[in-house]
């Protein structure tokens, strides 16, 4: 019977017999293993989450280093990879039980088949899950993360607006196998017909610009209709944003970007706010349960070498990030106030100026959103520290920026002449990144470059791009120079 306790292997390990499954006869995966405390007897049992969430009240690094140590079963240090995709069952015939499998070393560290959960993951879940602020699922890719929230909630209309292609891509594909409907997320719901189930999906701060969105407005507009507010924070990893202080119901993050962090692993991550999990004040359906129930059908799991590469480099998550944002900002500043759309703080010389305004028509940043709010606050003579932008995002802006170019020519030729930018998609990386974004997004403006700053330093990747920009301005104005003793006459033929 549902819910009727089995004894297991571990003193004082429970796991309660699997509920019939909804989704396909014999496919449901274990529940969570439970473990008498030995506290008095108001605490709650420990779980994995719990456990995964007891060092909430510490720095973000110390949970990106400690939050798995629950996990440990071994003297080493470092984490092992583990690379097996399936685990042996009892040898006592007596324990065997449907889908449940305790590891009597360390009944947490559970495993039946690597579709299902795998140690190494496991580990990646149980820090994320610590540091995100709720209970997480890793995924495959970033993208699939989004398609199994989206399989889960089911839909009838979804509000989104500008941002990653990718996600509207997503839609269409679901769109082809129901009615989901599509509305800009700056539409009136109620004339859109939005209701309760519906999902308003946020992206802040923007792919590809940086720019941020205000995440309690949305959150009171789709309350007002009862809608589920998920929230794409890729670009604003902790300690960045809290998408959930803010009202989401949901969080997507490409674990690609910055909790990978080396651009070498594929990795999709949805937490989903306490309040949906099991115990939460938002019902009685654990959202994390149903969406692990169903990532084990839909097989959109990280591999355990991911799972690995993902737990090693959350290790270093706040220092990166930290610093990748600030030189980001710093950057964004000085490219702004050269090109004369912020006032020039940064001393730069009149070549420096010249070079820039020659070539750059502006930049994009939620750092320059801050700015502009903090200007129109204090005309008012309000506190512009106090603006939304200001409180949803009090330690950083985010490494990403984007700028326009004077022409399409010019932003397709300026990531040849940079040396320590690569030339490359995707963003998140030690390394930096710069990337003529019509390459791989169609819809984009084609004089637009995206910066995903690294971790070389400001005055580096600043000189880096003044001579980049310097050469082509030296091109642009070779090219429009006429040959000497031409007067002006095509040497091929015509005027």
């Known amino acids: ?17 699997p509920a019939q499954p909804e989704l396909v006869n014999g496919m449901a995966h274990e529940d969570s293993v439970v473990v008498d405390n030995g506290d008095a007897t108001d605490t709650e049992p420990a779980t994995a989450t719990t456990l995964a ?8 690094s110390a949970q990106t280093i400690h939050a798995d140590d629950f996990l440990n079963s071994h003297q080493a240090v470092a984490p092992p990879m583990h690379v097996s995709t399936t685990f042996r069952y009892s040898d006592d015939p007596d324990k065997l039980r ?21 140690p190494n993951t496991t580990r990646l879940e149980a820090v994320l899950t610590s540091i995100l602020g709720g209970p997480a699922l890793t995924y495959s890719s970033g993208l699939s993360a989004f398609h199994a929230l989206l399989v889960y909630l089911n839909p009838r209309v979804v509000a989104i607006g500008a941002g990653y292609h990718g996600c509207h891509g997503v839609l269409r594909v679901l769109a082809k196998l129901t009615e989901l409907r599509t509305v800009d997320l700056d539409a009136d719901f109620a004339a859109e017909g939005l209701g309760p189930g519906d999902v308003v999906h946020v992206e802040t701060p923007l792919n590809p610009t940086g720019e941020a969105r205000d995440l309690a407005a949305y959150a009171a507009k789709a309350r007002a209709r009862g809608c589920v507010l998920t929230v794409d924070a890729t670009f604003a990893p902790p300690p960045l944003l809290e998408p959930f202080r803010w009202g989401a119901d949901a969080v997507v993050h490409s674990g690609t970007k910055y909790f990978g962090g080396h651009s070498d692993m594929l990795c999709g991550v949805v937490a989903v ?10 019902g009685k359906e654990d959202w994390i349960r149903g969406l692990r129930d169903e990532r084990l059908v839909l097989g959109s799991v990280m591999g355990s070498f991911e799972g690995w590469l993902g737990v090693r480099s959350l290790r270093t998550l706040e220092v990166r990030v930290r610093r990748q944002s600030a030189d980001a900002a710093a950057l964004v500043a000085w490219l702004a106030g050269a090109c004369g759309q912020e006032q020039d703080s940064s001393s730069s010389s009149t070549q420096t100026i010249e070079a820039v305004r020659d070539t750059v028509l502006d930049v994009r940043h939620a750092s320059l959103q801050a700015r ?68 791989t997004d169609a819809g ?24 980049g920009l310097e050469a082509l301005r030296a091109e642009k104005r070779s090219d429009a120079a006429p040959a000497a003793g031409s007067d002006g006459a095509d040497v091929v033929g015509g005027v």
């Open 98 to 118: 449907p889908w449940a499998n305790v590891n009597p070393n360390n009944p947490f560290d559970s495993h039946v088949y690597s579709r299902d959960t795998a």
């Open 273 to 282: 706010n306490p309040c949906h999990s099991a115990g939460g004040s938002g």
């Open 372 to 439: 502009r709010l903090a200007a129109a606050a204090a005309e008012k003579g309000d506190d512009g520290e106090k603006s939304w932008l200001a409180q949803q995002m009090p330690r950083g802006f985010g490494p990403v920026f984007a700028a326009r170019l004077r022409d399409a020519d010019l932003a397709r030729r300026l990531p040849s002449k940079l040396r320590l930018f690569h030339h490359a998609t995707s963003l998140g990386g030690v390394e930096s990144l710069v990337e003529w974004r019509a390459m």
């Open 53 to 60: 969430a007891r060092l909430r009240h510490l720095s973000l």
């Open 1 to 17: 019977m549902a819910g009727e306790e089995i004894p297991t292997a571990g003193q004082g390990v429970s796991v309660e017999a």
């Open 444 to 467: 984009v403006d084609p004089r637009l470059l995206r910066f995903s700053i690294g971790l070389e330093g400001f005055e580096d990747l600043r000189d880096d791009l003044l001579q």
